[in-house]
């Protein structure tokens, strides 16, 4: 920052009225860290859970490695979105479980203890690598109550390294004509729970079903109307 952007930064914090200040930091301490991506629901439609992302895995500008002090940064700030998403998933979500996915970075980190720690299924990104980094983070993580998710599950030798420690494993519905029954058996081998990715047809629904999965994430519930509970349809009948 060059001295003459400076003064004229200082100058428009200057003009800016303190009430008009005051009003905007209230309104960005009620705003939430996250963003709700996706739902996933149980196979019947009920709803099951919300998938986020930290503001921080939006995108931004890449830094380039050899800038080791903006690398750092930009660590800093990956960690620090996450902690701000932990902080505040205790409000404003309705449902009993809540998705949070988590870059390498903040696993590899100083991670903050979340205030419903039980509410939240920590997801690994399987597209990238399942090192020593990311299991020494999801240990602790599990220490704390949370859950595991492995995302984009494909078998790769690392992504079986961590079964171990995974309550749900995520397959991609739309690869399962190519890899079939041997990657299901695999995925429930240690016990997790299967969510289908990426089912956003009937069609996709009814083969989910048949394979087997619980739960399943994707467009084919999102227009639908909530599955409303038995007692309620059981009245409205009798009325």
Known sequence: MTADFAALAAAVDTAVPLRTRAEWEAAMRRQSGHLVRR???????????????SRSELPHQGVRAAHDHSASADDRGVVDGMRSAFRDIADGC???????????SFLAGDLPIPRRPERVVVEVDGTGPCDGVVRDG???????????????FTGRDDQRRL????????????DLDIEGRPLLDLAVSRGADLI????????GLRE?????????????????????????LASAARR
């Open 39 to 53: 739902r996933i629901y149980r196979e019947c439609g009920g709803e099951f859970g919300f998938v986020i992302r």
């Open 94 to 104: 309705d449902t009993d479980t809540v998705f949070a996915r988590v870059t390498r």
């Open 138 to 152: 999801l240990l602790r993580l599990k220490g704390l109550g949370c859950r595991i998710a492995l995302g984009d």
């Open 163 to 174: 079964l171990p420690f995974a309550d749900f494993v995520k397959i991609d519905s739309r």
């Open 196 to 203: 289908a990715e990426h089912v956003d047809t009937v069609d």
């Open 208 to 232: 989910c079903r048949t394979t087997g999965f619980a739960l399943v994430q994707g467009r084919v519930f999102d227009h639908r109307p909530p599955v409303r509970p038995l007692a309620v």
